[in-house]
């Protein structure tokens, strides 16, 4: 009889196997599992893991199995804490109906609005009143929250937040991504229990839902929605019933895109600097682009389609560092995925951090190349070989 197919292991310590490492430095913990194999089992303390690390396996994950594979267990949940029945976490019928409501105010012509708004907030962002002409070094990750917090307040409210205001509200939203790592953890401990991090959460929860509802509360009284996003989402509605968003539906939707707007925005930013401060051929390249297509004038709307190669080096510096780097799912039933069994229950997390530098999928992936996103050599691709959220 032949023996049975087991998932092979990154390997760990006993008991709590490579949680200590995976809490320290998530991705190297990830990159180092993927040697064992495109399918892993990771040892995370009480959850063990299936990781996947080849887009074949992401594809089966979340499009061609995708009902079978929901957003559950403690990585999710405390993501659920934050952004409530969101978009980004809901499923089934709360977010088909979710989507159906928002989907059409999100059109071309109507987000198109926001490129003033959006650039009036970058001028604003953007006056370093402390930065002479000496050409000192300036620590841009330092500046980029408040950048990023200053664009999607005027995206999302059509007003910028002071920048005590803003730093206060990026720590909060800080906080609340480090406590994702401490809910691997304490997930099986009852709430009732005083464990460390809860209440530090829930009051940075709390402020994040004060200055979110207060805004919200003030538009609904004021006349008209407004052009901004969250007037889109106040004038959402579903076209089978005619109903618009709840106050709690807007809430969690609006902190999912202040979330999505400022987080994961900020983190791309500041990866794309710091590589085009190690690739300066990238970077004069990137600036003859933006000459070319703007000759010194403000940037508007229309121009994005023309700055082609500044997609590709922004796709590129998503590539390398995904803000998504891992899409943890739960089996709803038994299942296989490259050859070995996926009881129900397990919990399995497509690796978009390793699927992005898979030698299979990209060519010297190690390597910041921008024109690997040119449609010549993009044509063919695996399309899900690219993920980054």
Known sequence: MAAPVTVPSAGGLPL??????????????????REAGDVCRLSLGFIETVTLHHADHVDHVLRA???NYVKGGPFWAAIRDLLGEGLPV???????LHRRMM???????????LGTLIVEALDEALEWHDVDDTWRTVDVGARMPHLTMNVASAALFGQRTSPRRARV??????????????AIVTHRVPRWVPMPGRRRFQQALGTIHEEVGHIIEQRRQAAGSGDDLLGLLIDATDEESGQGLTDAQ????TVSLFLAGYETTSTALQW????????????GRLREECDAVLWGREPRAEDLRALRYARQVV??????????????????????IGGYPIPAGTTVAPVMFTVHRHPALWTDPERFDPERFDPARSAGRHPLAWCPF
Do not use: K
Not at 90 to 96: C, L, P
Not at 103 to 113: D, E, S, T
Not at 323 to 332: D, G, H, I, Q, S
């Open 90 to 96: 809901s499923e089934g019928e709360t977010w088909r």
């Open 315 to 336: 796709q590129e510096a998503l590539r390398l560092f995904p803000p998504a780097w891992w899409l943890p799912r739960t089996a709803v039933e038994d299942d296989e």
């Open 169 to 182: 509200v990026a720590e909060e939203l800080d906080y609340t991504q480090h406590h994702t790592f401490r």
């Open 272 to 283: 794309c600097l710091s590589l085009l401060g190690q690739h300066p051929e990238v970077w």
């Open 250 to 253: 807007l809430l969690d939707e």
């Open 103 to 113: 989907q059409p105010q999100f059109h071309r012509q109507r987000l198109a609005g």
């Open 65 to 67: 199995h995708h009902r």
């Open 16 to 33: 709590v196997g490579a949680l200590p490492r995976f809490l320290h430095d998530p991705l190297e913990t990830l990159r180092r599992a």
